[in-house]
């Protein structure tokens, strides 16, 4: 069975393995493809975070994703990424200076988006156990259509935020956020509904 196991995941390429969560260690074999996507990444945020305009910011941000960035779409730079692959952005979607987006485990933003000035969104963690801290685990953090991310705030990896919810500035996201709710506070509770 353990062979079989093995075999297996040995069949998935590593990104595919970000991208379904499971434990990726710093000397898996395929472990260079992260590091090739990442110094991709950096070599093009110089360039992004140095464009003079909104339009090469979305050239620059296309390029990262390797996704083409719909006109209604503005990313004010500096804007942050470590890897960028797996980063989808919908339209009308915009999103404020100095924002970081961890992507490793996906983040999807959908339509009609904001996001406030120094926003972070993890999608990755590390294991508790000391010998294997190094070791990346992944989930996918999804804003749905027409929510609100405050300036400050922090989105923690496996978080979904609902639709036309709205997160307080500077909140901790920790868990899931209804749809047409307000949430805030470290960590983020429910503070009232929209309607």
Not at 77 to 95: A, D, E, M, Q, S
Not at 151 to 173: C, F, W
Request: proline share 5%; aromatic share 6%; charged share 20%.
């Amino acid at each position: 069975m353990f062979c079989i196991k093995n075999m297996k995941m040995k069949d998935k390429n590593i990104l595919e393995r970000l991208k379904k969560g499971d434990t990726i260690h710093l000397n898996d074999p395929e472990y260079y493809i992260i590091n090739n996507i990442v110094n991709r990444t950096i070599k093009l945020s110089q360039k992004l975070n140095n464009s003079i305009d909104i339009q090469q910011v979305r050239n620059c941000i296309g390029e990262i994703t390797e996704l083409a960035i719909d006109e209604s779409t503005t990313i004010f730079p500096p804007f942050y990424t470590n890897f960028g692959r797996f980063i989808t952005l919908g339209k009308n979607v915009f999103i404020n200076h100095a924002c970081s987006f961890l992507d490793m485990g996906g983040i999807t933003i959908e339509d009609d988006v904001l996001i406030g000035p120094k926003v972070n969104l993890v999608t990755e963690n590390h294991p508790l156990d000391p010998n294997q801290r190094k070791a990346i685990i992944t989930k996918p953090i999804l804003v749905k259509k027409g929510a609100w991310i405050g300036a400050g705030a922090t989105v923690l990896p496996g978080i979904t935020i609902g639709k036309n919810a709205v997160v307080a500035a500077g909140a901790v996201v920790s868990g899931d956020v209804p749809d047409d709710t307000v949430v805030g506070g470290i960590p983020a509770k429910i503070i009232k509904s929209i309607y």
